[in-house]
């Protein structure tokens, strides 16, 4: 009896420690929403832990017990939400030989991803000025990984000879232009589903505007 006892004291135990963790999640999750909200309102420089503390109704030692400091907070929503894409990007394209569907297949788990992650991609694609210091560091690497990404999906199918181009770096950039620019005007509540939006972004990056 004795032991049985020990074993449900263990059993309990183990349950609590399951629900502080996922607790634990769910609290950073939503702090972490809100600093969203703030930071692509007014700015990494502009919100303060204050400001997400009175937003989110907690104390500021709530912050600091999951985040650290504001920075701490500011790149666990990095983490969270595009730190991945470019090995998402590259895992997508995986096991597909043909350039031209791995062009597609690239810019749709693209536009996917951001879609997913709009507020976060928009400020750390779009608005890059709201970025802190080391924020914009780590932020510069993810870019040169996914431009790196491009450049080579542009030169395959320039070596194939499907696409003819003076400079593939440029053409790389030009494509993720046309990402960046749907990451500003994209409503979710448009009239054109995500996927119909998705279909005339890769039209136009491989056929462009004339017949």
């Known amino acids: 009896m004795a032991n049985q006892g ?10 609590e420690n399951v629900v502080d963790e996922a607790e634990l999640t769910t609290r950073r999750e939503d702090l972490m929403n809100v600093a969203i909200q703030l930071f692509a309102k007014k700015g990494f420089k502009g919100t303060s832990i204050r400001d997400i503390a009175d937003a989110h109704g907690v104390s500021l030692s709530n912050i600091y017990h999951h985040f650290g400091n504001k920075e701490g907070l500011w790149l666990a929503i990095l983490e969270h ?3 991945d894409l470019p090995n998402r990007l ?14 597609k297949i690239l810019i749709r788990t693209h536009l996917e991803s951001v879609e997913r992650h709009h507020r976060e991609s ?8 709201m970025l802190s210091e080391e924020g914009a560091e780590a932020n510069q690497i993810i870019h040169k990984k996914i431009f790196d990404i491009y450049v080579k999906e542009v030169s395959r199918m320039t070596d194939d000879g499907i ?8 053409t790389a950039l030009n494509v993720l232009g046309l990402i960046n620019w749907h990451l500003r005007w994209y409503r979710e509540d448009g009239k054109l589903p995500a996927a ?3 279909d005339y972004i890769i039209d136009f990056a491989l056929h462009g505007i004339l017949a």
Do not use: H, W, Y
């Open 122 to 129: 928009r400020i750390f694609f779009v608005d890059e000025s």
């Open 196 to 198: 119909t939006l998705q």
């Open 163 to 170: 696409i003819r181009t003076k400079n593939v770096k440029i």
């Open 6 to 15: 020990e074993k449900m004291k263990k059993t309990r135990k183990a349950g």
């Open 81 to 83: 939400s595009v730190k």
């Open 90 to 103: 590259t895992a997508a394209m995986r096991g597909c030989t043909d350039p031209v569907e791995r062009f």
